[in-house]
Every structure is written in structure tokens, then in C-alpha cells.
């Protein structure tokens, strides 16, 4: 088996959230709210990379910023935009959104 392990850059995936935070007009405050947190630090650790949200506040991220998960997390592996049980359309809004984030 020569497939590498693929890993998650926990400081792009953390800058990219505050990327989309700034597209969607939201602040720390706003997300320290919606995820019920009692401090705003763990969001500041996101975006430097210190630790990465828990599943369950990704979930949530996701459902707030209305982008699937896997627009937030940025890694190494190879994004197949066309996948079993994905429809065309859903990949080319996949591919849009990144660009979109790549460009702003």
C-alpha cells in the first residue's frame, strides 16, 4: 500500500475559517455565541494554528456558515471534486467555493 496518510493544516484550516468568518460579516463574538462558548481564546488558538475545532463545533461552523465541513478544512490530501454519491452540481459548487476562498 503506498497511499500516504493525509493530514489536516491546522493553521490553514484555522485562517480559512477566519477567512469565511470575514466573508460572511461575522465576529469572534458572533461564533463564541452560536457555539455557546464561555471564552473567545480556543477561537484565537484556531487561527494560529494552536488546536483545531472539535467535530461537534465544526459541525455547527458548517451549519452556520451553510458551507460543508470539508470547505473549512484545508489539508494535503487530493480533493476529488467528482465523487461516488456526489452529483455534478454539488461538485462544481464544491470547486466554486474554494475558489471563491482562494481568491478573497
Same mark, same amino acid.
Given at each position: 500500500?503506498?497511499?500516504?496518510?493525509?493530514?489536516?493544516?491546522?493553521?490553514?484550516?484555522?485562517?480559512?475559517?477566519?477567512?469565511?468568518?470575514?466573508?460572511?460579516?461575522?465576529?469572534? &463574538?458572533?461564533?463564541?455565541?452560536?457555539?455557546?462558548?464561555?471564552?473567545? !481564546? @480556543?477561537? +484565537?488558538?484556531?487561527? %494560529?494554528?494552536?488546536?483545531?475545532?472539535?467535530?461537534?463545533?465544526?459541525?455547527?461552523?458548517?451549519?452556520?456558515?451553510?458551507?460543508?465541513?470539508?470547505?473549512?478544512?484545508?489539508?494535503?490530501? &487530493?480533493?476529488?471534486?467528482?465523487?461516488?454519491?456526489?452529483?455534478?452540481? !454539488? @461538485?462544481? +459548487?464544491?470547486?466554486? %467555493?474554494?475558489?471563491?476562498?482562494?481568491?478573497?
Amino acid at each position: 500500500m503506498d497511499k500516504e496518510y493525509p493530514a489536516i493544516d491546522m493553521l490553514k484550516t484555522g485562517q480559512n475559517i477566519k477567512k469565511i468568518m470575514k466573508l460572511k460579516g461575522l465576529t469572534v &463574538k458572533d461564533i463564541q455565541n452560536f457555539l455557546n462558548l464561555s471564552a473567545p !481564546q @480556543g477561537i +484565537y488558538h484556531w487561527f %494560529i494554528g494552536k488546536s483545531m475545532p472539535s467535530l461537534d463545533n465544526l459541525y455547527a461552523l458548517s451549519e452556520l456558515f451553510g458551507l460543508p465541513m470539508d470547505i473549512m478544512i484545508i489539508g494535503d490530501r &487530493k480533493f476529488v471534486f467528482a465523487s461516488p454519491g456526489r452529483t455534478w452540481h !454539488q @461538485g462544481l +459548487y464544491i470547486y466554486y %467555493i474554494k475558489l471563491i476562498l482562494a481568491y478573497s
